[in-house]
């Protein structure tokens, strides 16, 4: 073996063990929305025009707006980047709901999440999810990915309902965590798809020189995710009832 090729072999694994080892790193993610193609009858709806310019207006906003993932080996957090333009922006909470407006907190054995609510802050303690890794594999950026999938449940109309969550992680980068509270995969979670939303890594900063500071989500009463849930769906029925739906 001549020398360049040993020189090459070396700092590939060396490359590779600092990846795989990572201490600490900030993530940036952008928030899309999946739309179906509108059908001929959808066209004919005479709120049809009023519908395409507010989902042209989410549309824009979202490309100008991230989302920072930071995380240490044992813990990691996740909010919106505050910015002026959301601030001014009339569809801005359209935009950002359900998760994006709400910040995240994980350890290996603590999942929180905080959101005001009714006026009310209040600090979820959200459960682990069951993942169920998939024999599927792709490329996001110029990372190898491999795809999982877990259910979410929540209370929909007096009725749990069950919500798939597909999860794509890159075991190359040895954390568990990921974009709007998601983690427990063997790898960074890359890219997060529910229902019609997606969130994807645009760009990856890893083991920098400056420490990155985690704070622990404090600030709320205390709920669980399953009494959140059943919280909105009565407060749902109960604005249904007084409007006469």
């Keep these: 073996?001549?020398?360049?090729?040993?020189?090459?072999?070396i700092t590939l694994l060396f490359l590779n063990n600092i990846v795989g080892q990572s201490q600490q790193g900030i993530v940036i993610y952008k928030k899309?929305?999946?739309?179906?193609i509108p059908s001929a009858k959808d066209k004919k709806d005479h709120n049809f025009e009023t519908f395409e310019r507010i989902?042209?207006?989410?549309?824009?906003?979202?490309?100008n707006t991230e989302f920072k993932l930071k995380f240490k080996r044992k813990e990691s957090s996740f909010a919106l980047i505050p910015s002026l333009a959301l601030e001014q922006h009339n569809f801005a909470k359209l935009a950002l709901v359900p998760d994006g407006n709400c910040k995240f907190y994980n350890t290996k054995n603590e999942k929180l999440s905080s959101k005001n609510i009714f006026g009310e802050d209040?600090?979820?303690?959200?459960?682990?999810?069951?993942w169920q890794l998939q024999n599927k594999t792709k490329?996001?950026?110029?990372?190898?990915?491999?795809?999982?999938?877990?259910?979410?449940?929540?209370m929909y109309r007096g009725k749990m309902k069950e919500y798939p969550i597909?999860?794509?992680y890159c075991s190359e980068i040895n954390v568990p965590f990921g974009p709007i509270g998601l983690s427990g995969l063997?790898?960074?979670?890359?890219?997060a798809n529910k229902g019609n939303i997606k969130y994807t890594a645009t760009k990856i900063m890893l083991n920098s020189k400056k420490e990155i500071k985690i704070e622990k989500l404090t600030k709320g009463k205390r709920v669980t995710a399953k009494k959140m849930s059943e919280m909105i769906s009565e407060a749902m029925s109960n604005f249904k009832k007084n409007k006469g739906y």
């Design 1 to 9: 073996m001549n020398k360049i090729k040993l020189i090459t072999i």
């Design 32 to 36: 899309s929305i999946q739309r179906k």
């Design 55 to 63: 989902n042209k207006g989410i549309d824009k906003l979202l490309k």
């Design 122 to 130: 209040f600090l979820i303690i959200n459960e682990q999810l069951n």
């Design 139 to 154: 490329k996001i950026g110029s990372y190898k990915c491999y795809k999982a999938i877990a259910v979410e449940k929540k």
């Design 166 to 168: 597909i999860a794509w």
């Design 186 to 191: 063997p790898g960074l979670i890359l890219e």
